[in-house]
Structures are given as C-alpha cells and as structure tokens.
C-alpha cells in the first residue's frame, strides 16, 4: 500500500474533510499511475477523487470502535520509530 495513505479512524480531534481527500488524491493518484492527468482525462481523475474521498467519510464516520482514539502526535511517534528502524536494517545491510 502507499505509504502516504494513513489510517483514518478514531482520531481525536477527528478527521477532517482536507485529510479525507487527501487520502482519495493518494488514492487515485497510485492506481492511475500519474500525479497529474492530462487535460483529456482531468474531469474523471477529479470525479474519482471526489467520490472516493465521499464514501471514504462515509466509512470514517460511520464505523464504531472500542479502542481508544489516536492522536496525530502519537502516530507520528510511531512512524519515525518505524522509519529509524527501517533505515537502521537499510544501512546495516549495506556495510555487509
């Protein structure tokens, strides 16, 4: 999966609207293979990001959970360790 496309759900504050979209941009932006459509295919890139970015609120929005909410702090947090580690493993690999 792409790594810009983050999880969504039970986020305290929630999520907003721009986040949601972005997600839809990630989205539609890897499965059509281009960052940016051509002239010719701009309207249907553009309506695949609205309607992706419709039903992914709906989802966000709609699902219950019983785990505590994240924080965008945290997530971060876990993100870096993530990164750190993987780069550790990256460079010790190379200096074998």
Same mark, same amino acid.
């Given at each position: 999966?792409?790594?810009?496309?983050?999880? =969504? =759900?039970?986020?305290?504050?929630? &999520?907003?609207?721009?986040?949601? #979209?972005?997600?839809? =941009?990630?989205?539609?932006?890897?499965?059509?293979?281009?960052?940016?459509?051509?002239?010719?295919?701009?309207?249907?890139?553009?309506?695949?990001?609205?309607?992706?970015? #419709?039903?992914?609120?709906?989802?966000?929005?709609?699902?219950? &959970?019983?785990?505590?909410?994240?924080?965008?702090?945290?997530?971060?947090?876990?993100?870096?360790? #993530?990164?750190?580690? /993987?780069?550790? =493993?990256?460079? /010790?690999?190379?200096?074998?």
């Amino acid at each position: 999966m792409c790594r810009n496309i983050r999880v =969504l =759900l039970n986020f305290t504050p929630p &999520t907003t609207e721009e986040e949601i #979209r972005a997600a839809a =941009l990630q989205y539609v932006r890897k499965v059509s293979g281009t960052r940016k459509p051509s002239k010719a295919n701009q309207e249907i890139f553009d309506r695949a990001v609205d309607e992706i970015a #419709r039903i992914t609120g709906h989802v966000v929005h709609g699902m219950e &959970t019983h785990s505590p909410p994240r924080t965008r702090e945290n997530e971060a947090a876990k993100a870096k360790a #993530r990164g750190a580690k /993987r780069y550790a =493993l990256t460079t /010790r690999r190379e200096a074998s």
